[in-house]
């Protein structure tokens, strides 16, 4: 299916690494890539207005079709006029597809050929969840980007298992494609193949046959350690096509470098909420005494609404079990990431992103993994 | 003691009644009277950022000198550049003394001439607090306004407990007064005496007497009705001068009708985290189910950031226990009770209070009692 109103450019190309710059268009505006959205499970990113989200830079926002198909279910969002009049974005949003829960967060999930059947982790009650019904949420919660349903293992798996997971992934992939009825929502395929090279090509180059506008790299950051994640996206990536944004759930410097575009990650807000603050020198565990009378704001140079205080009064908040510090160090580590992001980009522009990361890894660590 | 960059001017009388509007002088600016003032108990309006605070129309906030004598220690708040500093607060703020609090909250309180002798209710350990200690914390806090220490007693009580703590409240202020070393804070006393008027009108008139910039009526919402507080500002408030403030905990339309200016309370905020927010047409309850798919904001006319969004969304965010929830409806709460009180200076000014205050309660209800 066409979908009006999308648009990928990759604008540079970074000369030492498959790292790029693009921008990519949507209905709601366009995304400077590589982007990081922050991730509004529940139609909200935890504590912040739309405002705030939008003050910390980011252009693009992340919802979970699990949690709101089952809470307040897909029939309120769309009577209310859809995710964006909902939670009041006006930017692009990406709804992931369900498959990641019904492996991380459901109960007693068993998968069909036909489709998933689980209990809700809320209240137990027995659910389904199909590659059609999944499209058919996302089309009334009426994001930008859908995903299709993919089937998720754990790793380390028997190789039959993950075989028998991406061959099913490709059939969904197609039976999401065929059920799609919306020419405004761009519907991106997810390869899967767990740690097998061989699978991993294979799955890419089937999913690339059916010309999907956009690639997620699933079945990652489920067990495998950091250096196989990274030796899957050396063998998949190149496998993708140049013309269509990459997107992956998690880590960032190393997956930019092996040119992926888009990223989301609930770690710049949870470790927010848990008053861990990400910094260029590292983090800061804000709840340590050292921290009780300290006068500087967690970064000098940051133009975030946390970085006008102390950070012995973000400290005192986090003792006091004030809501104001996990609001705003989740802020903070949100303008943390956009500004990473942002820095990555103008390095790629200018050909020094191996340079630019190898630094960064250094000071942060692999953020996101 | 002088009081640098304060001045109190009455800019306009209700005909029929004692409400006033006028204007109160502060070194960090001006405030429109009658106020409403946001409580930041521990240096934080809960659940929100000063932009936000600023954003409902606030112009002046409270804090709370129990609270944050006990954490993080006023010594932090003062290295740490004051409560203005601290908290980012660029406008006025008043600290009360922490009298209510020995009251209300700490524990094994007992009080002799001297000073009260308590347990915090964070850790237990044994604290003491005399009107010079609740001057100098104030002082280190460098709030705008301070308040003296009083003696609160429960009601009902026995005359003779009420009388010996108006005695004392009395000698308190002397005392406090008496400790007071900077010049760019007002300290204001606070009137005790009970639901008995002749004692009311005794301890106004000696604090009168000591001269004190501004004027609390303290020991009320202690257990009396409604009607009782009524009585004793209606012969309270006469005996104090016109020409300085009155500040009073709680309710509103009704004391501002009896003279006085200036006012905080929790139940903006209390309620907004319980999902209940305050509009002209009375109060809503979000848990309802009623509001799962209702479009309206919470009032059609409100500036404020929850009422870009549905009551359905709002509802969806308490469900779903998402800290957006309370945030989003104590900024409405606060923005509620500005536009009260910028209306009811609208209706001083217009000479038409009566009027206003009368068909506000009939559809509100007194709200803060």
Redesign the interface.
């Known amino acids: 299916m066409h979908c009006a109103g999308f648009a990928f450019h990759v604008v540079a190309q970074d000369p030492a690494s498959a790292a790029r710059c693009g921008t990519f268009h949507t209905p709601h505006g366009a995304v400077d890539l590589p982007a990081f959205m922050p991730v509004g499970t529940?139609?909200?990113v935890?504590?912040?207005?739309v405002?705030?989200v939008r003050a910390s830079g980011a252009q693009m926002i992340l919802a979970n079709t699990y949690?709101l198909a089952l809470?307040?279910g897909e029939a309120?969002v769309r009577?209310?006029?859809g995710l964006h009049?909902?939670?009041?974005w006006d930017g692009p949003i990406l709804t992931d597809s369900g498959g990641f829960q019904l492996f991380s967060l459901a109960r007693n999930t068993s998968i069909t050929e036909e489709k998933a059947v689980f209990r809700s982790h809320i209240d137990g009650n027995l659910l389904e969840l199909s590659p059609e019904r999944a499209v058919a949420i996302q089309e009334a919660l009426a994001s930008d980007v859908a995903m299709v349903l993919d089937h998720v293992v754990a790793l380390p798996a028997e190789p039959a298992v993950v075989r028998d997971a991406t061959q099913r992934t490709l059939r969904w992939a197609r039976r999401s494609q065929q059920a799609q009825t919306r020419s405004d929502q761009a519907l991106f395929a997810i390869v899967q193949g767990g740690l097998d090279p061989e699978l991993r090509v294979e799955c890419a180059r089937r999913l690339t046959e059916m010309d999907f506008p956009g690639y997620a790299i699933g079945g990652l950051s489920v067990g495998e350690t950091p250096a196989e994640m990274y030796r899957v996206l050396d063998v998949t990536v190149p496998a993708l096509p140049e013309d269509r944004p990459r997107y992956l759930m998690g880590d960032l410097l190393e997956a930019i470098r092996r040119g992926v575009d888009l990223f989301d990650c609930v770690l710049p807000t949870r470790n927010g909420r848990n008053a861990l603050a990400f910094t260029a020198a590292g983090p800061i565990r804000l709840r340590n005494v050292r921290y009780?009378?300290d006068?500087r704001p967690l970064e000098a140079d940051c133009p975030c609404?946390a970085c006008?205080?102390?950070r012995?009064?973000l400290?005192?908040?986090f003792?006091?079990g004030?809501?104001?510090g996990?609001?705003?160090v989740s802020l903070h580590n949100l303008t943390f990431y956009q500004r990473l992001l942002s820095a990555a980009r103008g390095a790629i522009a200018n050909g020094e992103y191996t340079a630019f990361a190898d630094e960064k890894l250094r000071c942060l660590g692999s953020l996101g993994t």
């Not at 935890?46 to 207005?49: A, D, V, Y």
Request: a positive charge.
């Open positions: 529940q139609a909200t935890k504590g912040l207005t405002d705030q949690h809470r307040p309120v009577s209310l006029g009049a909902f939670c009041g009780a009378d006068p609404a006008r205080h102390a012995g009064y400290r005192h908040l003792l006091a004030e809501m104001l996990p609001i705003l």
